[in-house]
């Protein structure tokens, strides 16, 4: 699925999910943005680690849109994740987020 955002929305919060809770760990997920938008004029610096704390099944990763005064045309790009330690069974919910950010100039 493709989420289109308009360019002045100023943030979004993008739902990093197990199928299920964890059960007494802490689960590493690491993720990256990539596509036809530039960092700073479009969107905050986008890669990291988030953590979906133990006993719990989401965390939520807070991304930046930039309101900039150009014109130009709808930009997209995706945020790949991926998990450093998600033990046997357990499921990422999803492991690509793709966005269109609509010009409002």
Not at 6 to 35: C, K, Q, W
Request: hydrophobic share 40%; charged share 25%; net charge negative.
């Amino acid at each position: 699925d493709v989420e289109s955002v308009n360019e002045d929305v100023g943030t979004v919060m993008l739902r990093v999910f197990l199928d299920t809770p964890t059960t007494g760990e802490n689960i590493n997920v690491i993720y990256a943005a990539s596509g036809n938008v530039t960092v700073i004029s479009d969107y905050e610096k986008l890669i990291g680690l988030i953590t979906i704390p133990a006993d719990e099944s989401e965390a939520f990763i807070e991304l930046k849109i930039v309101d900039d005064n150009e014109s130009e045309i709808d930009e997209s790009f995706a945020i790949s994740l991926a998990s450093t330690n998600l033990p046997e069974g357990y499921v990422l919910g999803e492991s690509i987020y793709i966005f269109t950010i609509v010009d409002n100039d």
